[in-house]
């Protein structure tokens, strides 16, 4: 393999803990949405699969796989009094104040990757802003070169624009950069970009799903500098 001179970082299960992120955000989104009534936010919770207490989502919740619409769609019949827009601009004005929950500290990783001479970048299916707003609440968005949004004009993943853009941001071929995801839809984005796609298990998907689609998978984005031969 040739030396990887550049890592492209998804965002929500790989810089992010997933269930620690996401699935406290939306214990107390419920509660919020339920007024404070423990039995409306049970019902709210068991629609989107999410162990309200527990503060995380079932590997099958739709929070996971599907999209914000399908949330949306899901909790929107426990909710009479609000509409369809009113429930969207709610969940995105919530988000914006979402506490990251980092998978490890991510600071010292990625300066330490950053000094190797590694070139650094994220590509998430979230919006950009978002990603630049919480990369920035914990001091981390200085780190990357590089940080796409679904919204940011090269597609999404699983399709490869994301990180075809950046090899050429960053001028590097894609055989010496890794995709770094939490998901088949990383792995894949990565791979047809001709990217080394590398896998970790700090989202909610479990090893034997991702384990054919990537050159390695780690238990989180800290056993990095290992694997490279940086420690
Ligand atoms: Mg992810």
């Known amino acids: 393999m040739p030396k990887i001179r550049g890592l492209l970082f998804d965002k929500d299960g790989t810089l992010f803990d997933f269930q620690a992120t996401w699935g406290g955000w939306a214990a107390d989104l ?38 914000v619409d399908d949330s949306v769609a899901a909790l929107l019949p426990e909710l009479p009094e609000m509409d369809r827009a009113q429930l969207v601009d709610y969940l995105i004005a919530s988000s914006k104040w979402l506490t990251p929950v ?35 609440s914990i001091g981390a968005l200085a780190c990357f070169d590089f ?25 590097l071929p894609p055989e010496q950069v890794a995709m770094v995801g939490d998901s088949t839809h990383d792995l894949h984005a990565g791979a047809a970009a001709g990217m ?8 909610p998907a479990r090893r034997e799903h991702l384990a054919g689609h990537a050159a390695v998978v780690l238990p989180d984005i800290g056993h990095l500098p290992d694997w490279l031969g940086l420690a």
């Open 30 to 67: 419920v509660l919020d949405l339920a007024d404070g009534d423990t039995g409306h936010a049970d019902l709210l919770a068991s629609r989107i699969r999410l162990d309200r207490l527990a503060r995380r989502f079932a590997p099958d919740s739709v929070a996971i796989a599907g999209t």
């Open 102 to 136: 980092e998978a490890v500290p991510l600071v010292p990783l990625l300066a330490q990757l950053k000094a190797s001479g590694l070139v650094l970048g994220v590509a998430t299916n979230d919006a950009e802003a978002a990603a630049r707003e919480q990369l920035s």
């Open 147 to 171: 940080v796409v949004g679904a919204d940011s004009g090269h597609g999404a993943k699983p399709d490869p624009g994301q990180c075809l853009a950046f090899c050429e941001t960053i001028g």
């Open 196 to 203: 080394v796609p590398i896998a970790v298990l700090s989202g």
